[in-house]
């Protein structure tokens, strides 16, 4: 980009998904409703497992772990785009924007690299069964997790870091509803060319590793359910992953949708709409897919809900019985005014 009217800047406006008044209301219905029960959703998973004692296993694990940075993802845009709405106030601070750039960066990476993870793991369950505790260690549970925060901490700080060094002209309009890294960027004045080779490399990299890495695991377990020779056990096998394939079918379907959908029209308010799907939709989806076809997380859900159901019967039973003794006291006081 031409070098021309340089100047320090303090703020960026986000232009949004549609600029028509009379939409607002009902995007801001629409998106609040799918962060409720994104983070409602992810929240049970979250307390299903850290509360029932059979699902402390290192897939349950994961999990847990992909639950809370499902959480943290969409809260990464979500909240600040409805506050612009309610506000009518499209400003974003430049240090907002920074920040927001980075942990959407941040929670986006951790989400590619934990199904990654999670995708090895059904691979050793599946693949080698017998020697499954011993391969997943709590501690390499851990460790794999702690691996993941730090490279997507070391990449989006980096990337981060570097739009610092860019200098901006006087049109500042992200036409998204987030700070994406990659809108930012189009707009400095100073040249870019080291920011979209760090970006593109950063996505190549960690992208196609994370892809190549599942795409392998799903292979080995393919090759492992077709030896097994009864039907029942091939379902059973398959049942143990169809929870994982879906999500990550998901993840990466919406993320490559978005790619194409906004490489093909070449208009930015297009990827910005399509974008909704992996920044919203699939985290709010994911509990869902887990929850509805896996035996233990419902089991475990229904130990949680319970309680919490009988509780409030039992609350709502005793009121009505103060009500009943309420109005037969009154029937009974009518009585005996009208007899004196």
Known sequence: MEQGNVTQISEFLLQGLWKEPKLQP???????????????GNLLIILAVSLDSHLHTPMYF????????????????IPKMLMNIQTENKIITYKGCITQ????????????????????????????PLHYTVIMKPWLCGLLVLVSWMISALNSLLQSLM???????????????????????????????LNDMVMYFAAGMLG????????????????????ISS?????????TCASHLSVVSLFYCTVLGVYLSSAGTHSSHSGAVASVMYTVVTPMLNPFIYSLRNKDI????RRITWPIFLGLKKSHDFRVQILRANFFDQIIEVGSNSST
């Open 26 to 40: 009902f995007i801001f219905g629409l998106f609040i409703s799918m962060y409720l029960i994104t983070v409602f």
């Open 298 to 301: 419902k089991r475990a859900l």
């Open 208 to 227: 196609g590793v994370s892809l190549t890495g599942i795409l392998y695991s799903y292979s080995k377990i393919v090759s492992s359910i077709r030896g």
């Open 163 to 193: 739009v610092l060094w860019l200098s901006f002209c006087t049109e500042l309009e992200i036409p998204h509803f987030f700070c994406e890294i990659k809108q930012v960027v189009r707009l400095a004045c100073s040249d870019t060319f």
């Open 62 to 77: 994961f999990l847990s772990n992909l639950s809370f940075v499902d959480i943290s993802f969409t809260s990464t845009t």
């Open 101 to 128: 750039m980075y942990f959407f960066m941040l929670f986006a990476g951790l989400d590619d690299f934990l199904l990654t993870v999670m995708a090895y793991d059904r691979f050793v369950a599946i693949c080698y």
């Open 231 to 239: 039907s029942q056990g091939k379902y059973k096998a398959f049942s």
